[in-house]
């Protein structure tokens, strides 16, 4: 703040701090000008930018108001932000109660189908003609239980079931699965010492799944995809909603056309999209993971210049080497006839089951519940 700004003025050129473009005002005769800023935590989200053309406006009781004021503000943005957060989950909420409420009878017809295809293909060769139709069929399946995953997410039932996971090689490995015939060049960056995370390995792999699509079709020619991860020790008020303690930060920047900030409010609201051909259940999945995790996600956006997500997962508490997947060798053994009581409320997935336990050598008897 000052209370004669034109001395400034006599500056050589190299030193006008008209050149700011906040100070701009001083080409155009204003004396007196304070910039107060407003804070949400410890984070400057804002000015109060106050200009008078009469010298000596500003004294420090002024000030001390301004700064009350500003702070107030502050305050509001951070209420305000929550009531936007809650709202995000109360929408997320409502899909998970349409989710949980058709995914148990949606699974048993994918699994019905799958079953049966699969039953069909063990009695034919390869050669056969209809060999290759029944593995197209097992494919557009697959693309369906994906889907019914992916709403699951949202469900009371899609908990993530946590592991200590190797963030970093996983999303090296997903993100250049995803990019695999595309233009762009992957840019990936992680820390030596990266620390591990406790989560679902496969909910995991939707987040960076669906944020390399997103930066994919933001840049249908060519660019270049970020990725960066790196430790993060937050205070108390480093992220709002996030408790003080070890994180894994992580950074995806495209270079791709950016979000219209007419609709960049919206982004993670499941079934909003732009695209033609999307669901809009992409960046809600991503928001809905992290958040179930205790993490916390952000982004920052230009247009014609790109978007940069930043998002923030809690490091494992114990250090060990992440869990990995493991092979029962009793498995290659092959399995002695057994007598198997088999439940089900379906009875469609009870004849299923006899069918293929059965093929196995095994006496199966079936319980419709």
């Not at 301004?66 to 909420?93: P, T, V």
């Not at 699969?118 to 290759?132: G, R, V």
Request: charged share 25%; with cysteine.
């Amino acid at each position: 703040w000052t209370n004669d700004s034109f001395p400034l003025c006599d500056l050589p050129s190299d030193q006008d701090p008209r050149l700011n473009p906040r100070n701009t005002c001083m080409h155009y005769g204003y004396a007196s000008m304070a910039l107060v800023p407003i804070r949400s935590r410890e984070r400057i989200v804002g000015l109060l930018h106050l200009n008078d053309r009469r010298k000596g406006c500003f004294d420090l009781d002024t000030l001390h108001l301004l700064e009350e004021c500003a702070a107030n503000l502050g305050r509001a943005l951070i209420r305000k932000r929550a009531e936007s957060d809650l709202l995000k989950a109360d929408k997320l909420q409502s899909v998970g109660t349409l989710a949980g409420g058709i995914a148990h009878d949606f699974n048993n017809i994918l699994l019905g189908v799958f079953g049966n295809i699969s039953l069909a293909k063990e009695y034919l060769t390869k050669e056969h003609p209809s060999y290759a139709l029944l593995e197209e069929a097992e494919e557009s399946m697959s693309r369906a239980a994906r889907l019914t995953k992916q709403l699951l997410t949202f469900a009371k039932g899609g908990v993530p079931v946590k592991k200590n996971v190797d963030l970093g090689a996983l999303a090296k490995e997903i993100a250049q699965l995803n990019l695999a015939g595309s233009a762009l060049k992957l840019v990936f960056r992680q820390a030596a010492d990266l620390w591990q995370v406790e989560g679902d390995e496969d909910q995991l792999k939707q987040v960076f799944a669906n944020l390399v699509l997103n930066a994919r079709q933001a840049m249908p020619h060519d660019g270049h995809l970020f990725i960066t991860l790196e430790n993060a020790n937050l205070g108390e008020s480093s992220i709002d909603g996030l408790c003080h303690g070890r994180y894994v930060k992580v950074t995806v920047q495209d270079e791709g056309t950016g979000i219209d900030p007419k609709v960049f409010d919206k982004i993670f609201d499941p079934y909003f999209t732009t695209k033609h051909a999307g669901r809009g259940l992409g960046l809600a999945t991503v928001w809905s993971i992290i958040t179930k995790h205790g993490g916390h996600i952000g982004v920052v956006s230009k247009l014609g210049k790109g978007s940069t997500f930043n998002f923030h997962l809690p490091a494992a508490e114990t250090l060990r080497q992440a869990d990995s997947k493991t092979t029962v060798e009793s498995l290659k053994t092959a399995p002695q006839p057994a007598r198997i009581l088999f439940l089900d409320d379906d009875d469609s997935i009870c004849k299923l089951a006899s069918r293929m336990l059965t093929r196995c050598g095994h006496s199966v008897e079936t319980v419709p519940g």
